[in-house]
């Protein structure tokens, strides 16, 4: 089986002249037939990442490579990262990346390093040749294979299980737990709260939020709340499940998972009050900031809890007026929600989806029998058969790549650091990509165009192919 190392390349000389020797000999270690492909954009337009990746990728097969692996030109592989052929499923390699502490820069992460087989670059048509600049053309890529079948999609339960649920239409749905004397200090000690809930966005009050929209407004749609300084979970339009609560000096603490709307999870939050931590977890796992998964778990607090004295609780609804109401009413489906006068282990939450633990159990409301009171207002009440969905990952192999030094073009300072470019490239793929107002199948290597310049032999094993776009 022979490799085709594709390369996008435009004013990288120093990284050049590391790169072919030292992935060379990484490959030949491993015994791998390969040969490299630099594709070079030499016009004066912005620089497009995706169509290169493309035309290096049509080179290569045409070269007669079995097999490709879009590579970054500043990603060097130091340990563990296998460039064998990916028989059944892309396979992303480049996983412990030393310019993101040995983590991933986010948890779809889908760069660096990406292998393909000729059939899956059929199958995806490869990359999109319509993200100039910097930004989103990898994640499209990662999206195309979600559409093919061909990430890692895993379930919480494996068998799907009928289960009955309140539906929340965001207008003036809501449910409320009337106050219990058992509710009675449940948030200022040690305790545990859990959803199994399924989230929409609501787009006709508020947008999905946007970094490179500077209009935008940044909203959380209450899923269980005891209101007042707000606490509790909510879902909100960056598409991501948080965690809110407050000390007795009335300092906030956040913490945030991400995950995309209509998609069945079970969150789990747990205080330790001596410890003063919070851990935040999704389906049973915990929040893991390293692998670009949420927010850090656990968070520590300072002071005491909050203690929020004789409150009702509420289910998709916060009686705190905020944004003149828009973001007053959750909309979406709870299925359950528990709570404990103490905190969870890590061992109990990872088995919610088998086994609720009864002790200390405070509020009990799952909706194939409810045990706690409630009282609903505007619910609909349905009843499905489902299973809980984990993460949309890549298929991925751990390898570790040194970065080599350049200027960061992406997130600075919570901006785009190309500004309007890669803004337009993140409304393109969150707002059309992503909502399937896009036909990948007319966008891809199949469709990319450009003008062959000549070929220039840089060793034995590495070709420098100059186009113009």
């Not at 053309?137 to 079948?149: A, P, T």
């Not at 009337?178 to 040690?190: M, Q, S, V």
């Not at 058969?385 to 992406?410: A, Y």
Request: charged share 25%; proline share 4%.
């Amino acid at each position: 089986m022979k490799l085709g190392v594709c390369v996008p390349y435009r004013d990288r000389e120093m990284h050049l002249n590391e790169f072919v020797p030292k992935v060379g000999k990484y490959l030949k270690n491993q015994g791998i037939e390969f040969c490299m492909y630099f594709c070079h954009q030499t016009d004066d337009k912005l620089f497009n990442r995706g169509a290169t990746k493309n035309i290096a990728a049509k080179h290569a097969f045409e070269d007669g490579c079995d097999y490709i692996v879009w590579h970054d030109i500043d990603m060097i592989p130091e340990d563990g990262a296998d460039y064998s052929y990916p028989e059944k499923h892309p396979i992303h390699i480049a996983t412990n990346i030393e310019q993101m502490e040995w983590g991933l820069k986010y948890h779809e992460y889908f760069g660096g390093a990406v292998l393909f087989s000729k059939e899956q670059v059929e199958a995806t048509n490869g990359y999109s040749n319509n993200y100039w600049d910097w930004g989103m053309e990898d994640d499209d890529l990662f999206w195309r294979c979600h559409l093919e079948g061909l990430t890692d999609t895993t379930y919480l339960n494996k068998k799907a299980e009928k289960q009955t649920y309140a539906r929340f239409n965001g207008k003036d749905s809501k449910i409320t737990l009337p106050f219990e004397r058992k509710y009675r200090g449940l948030t200022a000690g040690d305790h545990t709260i859990s959803v199994l809930v399924r989230c929409f966005q609501q787009l006709d009050k508020n947008n999905i939020f946007l970094i490179g929209d500077k209009e935008n407004n940044y909203v959380e749609y209450p899923i269980i709340r005891i209101p007042g300084y707000d606490y509790g979970m909510s879902f909100n339009n960056s598409r991501a499940l948080s965690l809110t609560y407050w000390n007795n000096f009335n300092a906030h603490n956040y913490m945030w998972i991400k995950r995309y709307s209509n998609q069945w999870s079970w969150v789990t939050a747990t205080f330790d009050k001596y410890n003063k931590m919070s851990h935040f977890y999704l389906n049973g796992s915990e929040v893991d900031s390293k692998a670009g998964f949420g927010s850090p778990s656990p968070h520590q607090w300072i002071g005491a809890l909050k203690n929020y004295g004789l409150s009702d609780i509420y289910l998709g609804y916060t009686s705190t007026a905020m944004q003149g109401g828009l973001n007053q009413f959750f909309k979406g489906d709870i299925a359950k929600t528990y709570a404990w006068k103490r905190c969870l282990s890590a061992k109990e939450v990872s088995d919610l989806h088998n086994f609720i633990p009864s002790g200390d159990l405070t509020v009990d409301l799952d909706f194939n029998e409810p045990i706690s009171n409630y009282e609903p207002d505007n619910i609909e009440i349905v009843t499905e058969t489902f299973r809980v969905p984990n993460s949309i990952i890549p298929h991925r192999i751990p390898g570790r790549f040194r970065c080599l030094p350049h200027k960061d073009e992406g997130l600075v300072n919570g901006k785009w650091a190309k500004g309007d470019t890669t803004a337009a490239n993140e409304k393109r793929y969150i707002l059309e990509m992503q909502q399937g107002k896009i036909n990948y199948k007319d966008d891809g290597i199949k469709q990319v165009e450009y003008e062959f310049i000549n070929e220039e032999k840089l060793t034995p094993w590495a070709k420098m192919i100059n186009i113009k776009l």
